[in-house]
C-alpha cells in the first residue's frame, strides 16, 4: 500500500506526518510524506519556530512527485490539520490527480478543527472550507463529536443521535465515518468509545479513558484506521486494530510521564495489536 501523507511536520515530538509516518511504515505501508508546516514542535508548547510551507510550494512538491510516474501507485490520499485556506485547493487537486491516475483511490481527510473542551482552535474559514469543500471530497473521514456535529449541523450527544450524525455526513459525500471520541451520558464512567460507520453497518468500542491529553494521538488514529480499513474492506477490523494500537500507545505514553507521544517504544503494538477490546455491532 502507498499513502500519499499531506500534514504538518515537526522537529520535536509527534503530531501531523511526524506521528502518522512511523506507524504506517511500521505496518507495511509506504509513505510518501508532504509537508505543509516544518515547526521545531507543536503550536500546544504556546511557542515554535519554523516556516510554514506556502501552498505552491506544497503543489510543486507534489507535481515532482507526479513527474516520477508513481501518482498511479497511490491506493490513498491522507490529510489533516490545514494551517490555512490556500492548502485545501493543494490537497483537492491531489487527491483529483491521485484518482485520475489510479480510480481505485481513496481520499481520507482528518478534519481538524477543534473539540468540545476548547472549541475551535483552527483559523475561523477552516471548519466552512472543510465543511463545505474538502469533507464533500473525502471518501473516509475521521472526526471526533464535536467536529461531526460542525460538519453536520447537529449536536451529537448520545449513540442515535452520534449515528445520525454520521448519516448526514455521509450523505455529503464521505462513505465511510470513524467517530473518534463518542461520550455519551450512558456509558460507564471513566470510558470512552470510538464509532464507525460505513455503507455495511456501524460498530463502537469502548476502552478506558486515560488521564491524559497527547498532541497527535489522532493523528495516530486516522493514519492507522485508513490503512486497516483500505487493506481489509472491513470497518469492525480497521476499528479494533486501530483502538488497540492507539490505546497502547498511550497508555505507554501516560506510564512514562512524558508530554510527548512514546511514538516509537509503541511499536510493537502497531505490528501486532493485542486486540483487547470488543468491537459491538450497532446497526
Known amino acids: 500500500m502507498n499513502i500519499l501523507s499531506i500534514q504538518s511536520a515537526v522537529a520535536y515530538g509527534h503530531v501531523g506526518n511526524s506521528a502518522a509516518v512511523f506507524p504506517l511504515q511500521r505496518i507495511g505501508v509506504e509513505v510518501l510524506p508532504v509537508y505543509t508546516v516544518t515547526f521545531s514542535n507543536h503550536t500546544g508548547y504556546g511557542a515554535w519556530r519554523g516556516p510554514m510551507i506556502s501552498p505552491d510550494d506544497v503543489r510543486d512538491v507534489i507535481t515532482g512527485i507526479e513527474e516520477r510516474g508513481v501518482l498511479g501507485e497511490i491506493d490513498v490520499v491522507l490529510s489533516g490539520y490545514q494551517g490555512g485556506e490556500g492548502i485545501a485547493d493543494v490537497i483537492l487537486d491531489a487527491v483529483a490527480r491521485v484518482k485520475a491516475a489510479n480510480p481505485n483511490a481513496v481520499y481520507a481527510c482528518d478534519p481538524v478543527m477543534g473539540n468540545a473542551k476548547s472549541g475551535c482552535f ?4 477552516i471548519p466552512d472550507l472543510l465543511r463545505d469543500r474538502v469533507v464533500p471530497a473525502a471518501d473516509i473521514i475521521t472526526p471526533n463529536q464535536f467536529e461531526l456535529g460542525y460538519l453536520t449541523g447537529t449536536e451529537p450527544s448520545d449513540l442515535d443521535s452520534t449515528l445520525a450524525s454520521a448519516d448526514a455526513a455521509r450523505a455529503t459525500g464521505p462513505r465511510t465515518v470513524l467517530v473518534t471520541s463518542v461520550e455519551r451520558p450512558d456509558q460507564p464512567e471513566g470510558t470512552i468509545e470510538m464509532l464507525a460507520v460505513d455503507d455495511a453497518g456501524a460498530w463502537i468500542v469502548q476502552t478506558p479513558l486515560l488521564p491524559l491529553k497527547a498532541n497527535g494521538s489522532g493523528d495516530v488514529t486516522a493514519a492507522l484506521f485508513t490503512a486497516h480499513y483500505r487493506s481489509t474492506g472491513s470497518a ?38 493485542r486486540m483487547q477490546f470488543e468491537v459491538t455491532r450497532v446497526r
Open 236 to 273: 469492525a477490523d480497521a476499528l479494533a486494530r486501530t483502538t488497540s494500537s492507539v490505546w497502547d500507545l498511550l497508555r505507554l505514553t501516560h506510564e512514562s510521564g512524558a508530554r510527548e507521544l512514546q511514538l516509537v517504544e509503541a511499536q510493537e503494538f502497531y505490528a501486532d495489536p
Open 122 to 125: 483552527v483559523a475561523p474559514a
